[in-house]
């Protein structure tokens, strides 16, 4: 993160490094990164990626929005939910 000139002790947001192995790294914020790790999943959320033609600024308004509102949107947990026997097939066991 220091290499992007950002504090990896104080993020305050969602922050993506693609290609970390390469020379071609780049930082994602907010939006970017959320529309990259949508595209990455594939359909049907790959199709979010259609919103990438919207001004950044814009998509980033949004993010904080969503953000801001997650508990009213999505709920709000005491703890980390367990994942039920059916999701528990997509996590790889180590």
């Not at 998509?59 to 939910?81: H, Q």
């Amino acid at each position: 993160m220091q290499r992007f000139g950002r504090n990896p002790e104080n993020l305050t947001t969602l922050c993506l490094v693609t290609n970390y192995r390469f020379q071609s790294q780049a930082l994602l914020l907010k939006a970017g990164a959320v529309l990259f790790v949508m595209k990455q999943l594939g359909p049907p959320w790959s199709w979010l990626a259609v919103f990438g033609v919207f001004p950044s600024t814009l998509l980033d308004r949004v993010y904080d929005w969503i953000a801001r509102n997650r508990y009213r949107f999505f709920g709000r947990y005491e703890s980390c939910p367990i994942p039920n026997v059916e999701h528990k097939k997509r996590f790889i066991d180590v």
